[in-house]
């Protein structure tokens, strides 16, 4: 009867004070945010037109269309995203080069 009692017990405290300890975590906001590239309206208007263009591919019914117009359709999205990453003006760097950055960093120096 003192072992279920004990268990019990001990089940009961550890259901009690584990969520305690959880809740106490801070919670951490962003400090600083980095604005983005401005990007001139002529780009801007561009790329709402590939943007709208996009969603109307998307919302539109492809189950009526043969595969050469499927696929001229998956060419047009390719070229479109393609074109949307250029306006971006972003420099995207993999996993794998930025491991291989921070090695020769630390050797070099």
């Not at 584990?18 to 975590?25: G, K, M, R, V």
């Not at 996009?54 to 043969?66: A, G, Q, R, V």
């Not at 479109?80 to 050797?107: D, P, Q, R, T």
Request: glycine share 4%; charged share 15%; net charge positive.
């Amino acid at each position: 009867m003192k072992k279920i009692f004990l268990g019990l017990m001990i089940t009961g405290l550890s259901l009690t004070f584990i969520p305690l300890q959880l809740n106490a975590t801070p919670k951490v906001t962003p400090s600083s945010v980095v604005d983005p590239i401005p990007v001139s309206p002529a780009e801007a208007a561009r790329a709402n037109e590939l943007l709208l263009r996009l969603n109307e591919i998307n919302t539109s019914d492809k189950s009526n269309l043969n595969s050469s117009e499927k696929k001229l359709l998956r060419k047009e999205v390719s070229s479109i995203n393609s074109e949307l990453k250029a306006i971006g003006n972003g420099v995207y760097i993999s996993g794998a080069a930025l491991i291989i950055i921070i090695i020769l960093l630390i050797i070099l120096l």
